[in-house]
């Protein structure tokens, strides 16, 4: 199983990013895929997820409105688009197929002036 994460990257408060994770060596059609982040001495929090085909989304409370999960079945990528990011939003962020232990390997979003 291998995972991908890139998108990565320093932006300004209120920008935006879009975070993509390439998986390969399962079934990505039959998982739920989440997004996770991690800040500096801080747990590991989950953002998003996207259920296996039927559109449902959830997501932390915090990001809210200005995150958006979405998967591509056929090209095995799940992605995170993130607007209006605020300082708070730094971190290292992860893909996770849901009921696994597989793990991406992060990409950092830095939101700094």
């Known amino acids: 199983v291998q995972l991908v994460e890139s998108g990565g990257g320093l932006v300004q408060p209120g920008g935006s990013l879009r975070l993509s994770c390439a998986a390969s060596?399962?079934?990505?059609?039959?998982?739920?895929m989440s997004w996770y982040r991690q800040a500096p001495g801080k747990e590991r929090e989950l953002v998003a997820s996207f259920s296996r085909t039927g559109g449902t989304t959830t997501y932390k409370d915090s990001v809210e409105g200005r995150f958006t999960i979405s998967r591509d079945n056929a090209k095995n990528t799940v992605y995170l688009q993130m607007n209006s990011l605020k300082p708070e939003d730094t971190a290292a962020y992860y893909c996770?197929?849901?009921?696994?232990?597989?793990w991406g390997q992060g990409t950092q979003v830095t939101v700094s002036s």
């Open positions: 060596g399962f079934t990505f059609s039959s998982y739920i």
């Open positions: 996770h197929v849901a009921g696994t232990d597989y």
